[in-house]
């Protein structure tokens, strides 16, 4: 018998952050999914191979969206330190990078499943859970385990 996460609500709260040490270099993600009164609902800490850390932030981005779409939200606010992140999924900075412009389709896509998406700029300090998940994501990459998934990284990513 499989047991059904408790209901989220309606707003699941992502705080989400992409570390790569060098850039590129080895890179992981980050994220918390909580309720707007603190309940956590989720963690995410996994190593994404070698990216650039826009690449690592976008990426942590879509892997929130995914696991909020799954949990059943109709409306998330996904937070950031990265202000090109929230800027660009906004729509008030154009994406450049092709790679960038692939996963920017991606995460809205993901998008469009909820009734209503809301980005917001945090600052570094208020995103401390979420980067030090990344950076969790990042060490078990380099010791050849990722965290979150309990098998070895994927294929590099540019």
């Not at 209901?7 to 992502?14: E, R, S």
């Not at 963690?43 to 942590?60: K, P």
């Not at 008030?92 to 412009?101: D, E, G, H, P, Q």
């Not at 009734?115 to 570094?124: A, F, G, K, L």
């Amino acid at each position: 018998m499989r047991v059904l996460p408790q209901d989220p609500g309606p707003l699941v709260i992502v705080a989400c952050d992409g570390a790569a040490r060098g850039n590129p270099g080895p890179a992981g993600i980050g994220v918390i999914l909580s309720t707007p009164d603190g309940r956590v609902l989720g963690r995410i800490a996994r190593g994404i191979g070698v990216a650039t850390n826009n690449v690592a932030e976008y990426t942590a981005c879509i892997e929130g969206l995914r696991r909020a779409a799954e949990l059943g939200a109709r409306e998330v606010v996904v937070r950031s330190d990265s202000h090109l992140l929230v800027e660009q999924l906004s729509g008030r900075y154009r994406v450049r990078n092709a790679r960038l412009r692939e996963l920017h389709r991606e995460a809205v896509a993901l998008a469009g499943r909820f009734d209503r998406v809301r980005y917001e700029h945090v600052p570094r300090e208020l995103n401390r859970e979420a980067d030090r998940l990344a950076n969790r994501g990042v060490d078990a990459m380099l010791r050849g385990l990722s965290p979150g998934t309990g098998s070895a990284p994927g294929p590099p990513r540019a």
